[in-house]
C-alpha cells in the first residue's frame, strides 16, 4: 500500500500556512501539494480580518470556488474595480480563471471566513493596487 492508495487527513490546526498571500489575505491550506499527495486541486480556507481587503489580483489559469461561511463579504471586479457582487454566510461563488478582483470584508467588527478551491492549483497573481477610496462602500475597520 502506498500514500496514493489511502485518504490523507489534514486534521484541524495542522493545515499548512505557507501558501502565496494577497495583501496579508490569511490563507490556510487543507488539502494541497505542500503536505498532500494532490496534483490538481486546491483546498483551503481564507479569513480577512474586519474591514480588510485583499490587494487586487487573479489566479490565473485557475478556477476558483468559494463559499463564505461567516461575515459579509464584496467581490470587486470589471474596469477599475467599479463593478461588485456582495455575499453572505451561505453564499457560494465562481471566480473565472484570469479574472482581476479584491476580495473586502464589509464588517468592521467580524471576521469574513471562506472555504475556497481551485484547479489546477493555488496560483495567486497579485497587481497594482488601488486606494480604498476607489471601492464603492468599502471603508477600513
Given at each position: 500500500?502506498?500514500?496514493?492508495?489511502?485518504?490523507?487527513?489534514?486534521?484541524?490546526?495542522?493545515?499548512?500556512?505557507?501558501?502565496?498571500?494577497?495583501?496579508?489575505?490569511?490563507?490556510?491550506?487543507?488539502?494541497?501539494?505542500?503536505?498532500?499527495?494532490?496534483?490538481?486541486?486546491?483546498?483551503?480556507?481564507?479569513?480577512?480580518?474586519?474591514?480588510?481587503?485583499?490587494?487586487?489580483?487573479?489566479?490565473?489559469e485557475a478556477e476558483t470556488g468559494a463559499y463564505l461561511m461567516?461575515?459579509?463579504?464584496?467581490?470587486?471586479?470589471?474596469?477599475?474595480?467599479?463593478?461588485?457582487?456582495?455575499?453572505?454566510?451561505?453564499?457560494?461563488?465562481?471566480?473565472?480563471?484570469?479574472?482581476?478582483?479584491?476580495?473586502?470584508?464589509?464588517?468592521?467588527?467580524?471576521?469574513?471566513?471562506?472555504?475556497?478551491?481551485?484547479?489546477?492549483?493555488?496560483?495567486?497573481?497579485?497587481?497594482?493596487?488601488?486606494?480604498?477610496?476607489?471601492?464603492?462602500?468599502?471603508?477600513?475597520?
Open positions: 500500500m502506498t500514500a496514493s492508495d489511502r485518504p490523507i487527513v489534514t486534521r484541524g490546526g495542522e493545515e499548512g500556512t505557507g501558501t502565496n498571500q494577497s495583501g496579508g489575505l490569511a490563507f490556510v491550506t487543507g488539502v494541497g501539494p505542500q503536505h498532500t499527495s494532490a496534483t490538481k486541486l486546491w483546498f483551503g480556507k481564507a479569513g480577512n480580518k474586519p474591514g480588510f481587503r485583499s490587494l487586487p489580483h487573479h489566479h490565473g461567516s461575515g459579509r463579504a464584496r467581490i470587486y471586479f470589471g474596469e477599475n474595480y467599479k463593478e461588485f457582487v456582495d455575499l453572505a454566510a451561505g453564499d457560494f461563488m465562481f471566480v473565472p480563471p484570469f479574472l482581476p478582483h479584491l476580495e473586502a470584508n464589509m464588517s468592521t467588527s467580524e471576521d469574513a471566513w471562506w472555504i475556497a478551491c481551485r484547479s489546477p492549483e493555488n496560483i495567486i497573481v497579485n497587481l497594482p493596487d488601488v486606494p480604498d477610496s476607489s471601492l464603492a462602500g468599502y471603508r477600513r475597520a
